[in-house]
T-cell receptor, first 112, second 113 residues
Framework: QKEVEQDPGPLSVPEGAIVSLNCTYS??????FMWYRQYSRKGPELLMY????GNKEDGRFTAQVDKSSKYISLFIRDSQPSDSATYLC????????????FGTGTRLQVFP | KAGVTQTPRYLIKTRGQQVTLSCSPI?????VSWYQQTPGQGLQFLFE???????NKGNFPGRFSGRQFSNSRSEMNVSTLELGDSALYLC????????????FGPGTRLLVL
């Protein structure tokens, strides 16, 4: 079993829809939770960063962390065709020596 | 501020050859991490350099090695290439070692024939 599980998709939604992307994890030591967006032929771009449990909002994006369920989510409101990309969750423990562990990514397509 | 740059962007090699990839971090960042990305395995951590020292290493064979220079630029070397080494190699930089917020370059796409 992988430490971080993420549905690969693809997820196809119409423009304007609310998108929910999720990851589950098994390591209770994870304290930092990130979402990266990766466009085709590009490197991942940091989208959201959360420490411990709770919600964080940035424009159309909301990240949620539920440590009791070992479950994190990224919500995209009013999705746009420009949101079409692969979304990667990533997690890390509290220590400097802890590595970032990535999910395999969910491919999202927003059609006009 | 300029982002992370990687050279070359594309590379074709044959089995048995070796390859060197280069990464220039964001100015002021002292940590460089390398990742291998494949469709089946996703992003996998190779190693991380901070202040010219390897601080952490993933589960890759010794054919994968790296180094960091005093200006924080880093190189990654893969010797005796195998077909399975075909992947997108990404480097990421951060101010501190293995910082949770890392900034990625565009990657080097390596094809081994």
């Amino acid at each position: 079993q992988k430490e971080v599980e993420q549905d690969p998709g693809p997820l196809s939604v119409p423009e304007g829809a609310i998108v929910s992307l999720n990851c589950t994890y098994s390591n209770s030591a994870f304290q930092y939770f990130m979402w990266y967006r990766q466009y085709s032929r590009k490197g991942p771009e940091l989208l959201m960063y959360t420490y411990s449990s709770g919600n964080k909002e940035d424009g159309r994006f909301t990240a949620q962390v539920d440590k009791s369920s070992k479950y994190i989510s990224l919500f995209i409101r009013d999705s746009q065709p420009s949101d079409s990309a692969t979304y990667l969750c990533a997690m890390k423990g509290a220590f400097n020596t802890d590595k970032l562990i990535f999910g395999t990514g969910t491919r999202l397509q927003v059609f006009p | 501020k300029a982002g992370v740059t990687q050279t070359p962007r594309y590379l074709i090699k044959t089995r048995g050859q070796q390859v060197t990839l280069s990464c220039s971090p964001i100015s002021g960042h002292r940590s460089v991490s390398w990742y291998q990305q494949t469709p089946g395995q996703g992003l996998q951590f190779l190693f991380e350099y901070f202040s010219e020292t390897q601080r952490n290493k993933g589960n890759f064979p010794g054919r994968f090695s790296g180094r960091q220079f005093s200006n924080s630029r880093s190189e990654m070397n893969v010797s005796t290439l195998e077909l399975g080494d075909s992947a997108l190699y990404l480097c990421a930089s951060s101010y501190r070692e293995l910082q949770e917020t890392q900034y990625f370059g565009p990657g080097t796409r390596l094809l081994v024939l």
